[in-house]
């Protein structure tokens, strides 16, 4: 049967159409902060929890350490992380944020309340619909 072979019955597309505008209404407020959306996730996990190997930033981030890699090298090269071999393990890279990394996020403070604006849904639709695209991608995954 092909009667479900249309863009309005599927669930991809409405996703992949809210991330992309999602990202285009992002993009002018990280503009101000010298960020791509990436880049801001990176600094989101960091602000979160400083000092993380490149490893736990992939699995935080659900990154390769091939894309993790050239955005945490743009970041050091803007003054915003470090990178540093752990003395533990000369195999793990740890990063670190930079006085700048830090104060960068006080500028940030009001993208989160100026996007949950822009989306047009109340707190509690927010709340909800990130938790059941949390679960979805869980089991996404799961089936990988």
Avoid at 23 to 34: K, M, S
Avoid at 81 to 88: H, K, M, P
């Amino acid at each position: 049967m092909t009667e479900h072979l249309t863009l309005d019955e599927q669930i991809c597309f409405p996703l992949y159409a809210a991330s992309r505008a999602m990202t285009a209404v992002y993009r002018p407020r990280l503009d101000r902060l010298g960020l791509t959306y990436p880049q801001y996730l990176v600094m989101l996990a960091l602000w979160e929890r400083d000092n993380r190997s490149v490893g736990d930033l992939c699995d935080a981030l659900a990154l390769d350490s091939g894309t993790l890699s050239p955005l945490l090298k743009r970041l050091e090269a803007a003054d915003l992380v470090a990178r540093q071999r752990s003395a533990v393990d000369e195999r793990r890279v740890d990063i670190q944020l930079t006085e700048r990394g830090c104060a960068l996020r006080a500028a940030a403070r009001e993208i989160p309340a100026s996007m949950t604006e822009a989306a047009g849904l109340s707190t509690d639709e927010l709340v909800a619909l990130r938790e059941t695209l949390r679960r979805m991608t869980d089991s996404l995954l799961s089936q990988l």
